[in-house]
Each structure stands twice: as C-alpha cells, then as structure tokens.
C-alpha cells in the first residue's frame, strides 16, 4: 500500500531534550516536507526536500533540522525543543515538484508532540 | 506571499442539506492549484478537491463542488446532501505552479458539524 510513514504518533518530552520524528514514503517520491499544525494558524511548512541531499527552509524551520540522505526517509530534528515547538506535525511527499507537475501531495497521519 | 484566509471558523449543517465553506485568497500569480483538504478525527489529511487556476470549470466530486471566481479570488467548497461522515476541518490551500517545490500555504480551516 502506497503510504507515508510517521513515527511516533504521539511524543510528550521535556524541553532541551533532542528528538526526531521519523518520516519514511514507499512511493519513490523525490519531495517531501514538514508542516506543522497549530489551532487557529492551519499547516505551515518547515522543511521541504526536492531530492537526496537537497534541503530548503519552508516559513518557519527556526529550531528545526532535516536530512535526506535516503530518497525515502526524510526525518525532523529538534535538537532542543521547547514548549512553543508543541503542535501536530505532518510530512508529505509527492512525486515530482515545480510549475508543470499536478501531482498529489500525500500526508502522514501525523505525529502530536507536546514539549512541556 | 500569498495568504489564504477562511474567514468560518465554524459551521454548522443538518444532515442531507447543502453547505457551502467559504475561501478566499491572495495571489498576484496567475497560474497557481487550489486545493480543499478534508481532517477528521483520525487526523488525516484527505484531498477532497482540486481546482487548476487556468480551469474556468469548476471542479466536482460527487458530493463536493467548488465554486471558483478567479477574479474575485474567492474559492468556495459547496457540499450536497450532508453525511455525517462529513463532520472535520476543512483546509483551503494554495500552491503557486511556480514556486520551488510543492509547498501549500493553508488557510486556519473551518470546522464542520454535521446534526442527526
């Protein structure tokens, strides 16, 4: 079944603890990204990844790190979180980017992390 | 930038009748995707309908059509015949067909009830 992957599902920690959240796709998709959701702000992009090795900020990646060194995974870093990192994170792939693609964007069921 | 704004946080429908979710946004593209997404309680982010800027059509799936004034820049989901499997957040979004990458800037999303 095509699907992207989130681990955990639900991650309570204490801030300045290094975490990551993993996202892996079995869709041989080249992009993928990280959004955030918040209540009253809808899902902002952290991160996006057009290929293996290649990273771009979304609007808002302050305390946040990605990697791409497999085509599949594309894992989030918060090397030391804190309390306003506290949201529902997605990842999402598709197969291709830029102006000519049509492409679905598929997400993750999402990881609810609380940073207290 | 472009933003996306859903100006109804909440709406209201009874089940079988006709409810349409207001979208607007702002944009000095002219080529751009919009987008509805569909939340349940399980979190997943489900596509329900997508609209191509370059489209005079307006889109349909079953249920659900949109109803899109490109010169108004407005982007309306209408849903016919309620179900109660129809009670999430519905997300408007906006992706640029210029932009690097498939990012989507989302609007806060309206929450739907569906009454029995």
């Known amino acids: 079944e095509a699907q992207v992957t989130q681990n955990p599902r639900y991650l309570i920690t204490v801030t300045g603890k290094k975490l990551t959240v993993t996202c892996s796709q079995n869709?041989?998709?080249?992009?993928m990204s990280w959004y955030r959701q918040d209540p009253g702000l809808g899902l902002r992009q952290i991160y996006y990844?057009?290929?293996?090795?290649?990273?771009d900020k979304g609007d808002v990646p302050e305390g946040y790190k990605v990697s791409r060194k497999e085509k599949r995974n594309f894992p989030l870093i918060l090397e030391s979180p804190s309390p306003n990192q506290t949201s529902l994170y997605f990842c999402?792939?598709?197969?291709?980017?830029?102006?000519?693609?049509?492409?679905?964007?598929?997400f993750g069921s999402g990881t609810q992390l609380s940073v207290l | 930038a472009q933003t996306v704004t859903q100006s109804q946080p909440e709406m209201s429908v009874q089940e079988a009748e006709t409810v349409t979710l207001s979208c607007t946004y702002d944009t000095s593209e002219s080529d751009y995707y919009l987008f509805w997404y569909k939340q349940p309680p399980s979190r997943q982010m489900i596509l329900v309908i997508r609209q191509e800027a370059y489209k005079q059509q307006n889109a349909t799936e079953n249920r659900f059509s949109v109803n899109f004034q490109k010169a108004a820049k407005s982007f309306s989901l209408k849903i016919s015949d309620s179900q109660l499997g129809d009670a999430a957040m519905y997300f408007c979004a906006y992706r640029s067909a210029w932009s690097s990458g498939d990012k989507l800037t989302f609007g806060t999303g309206t929450r739907l009830a569906v009454r029995p």
């Open positions: 990844s057009m290929n293996v090795e290649v990273t």
């Open positions: 869709m041989n998709h080249e992009y």
């Open positions: 999402a792939s598709s197969l291709s980017w830029g102006a000519t693609t049509n492409e679905k964007l598929f």
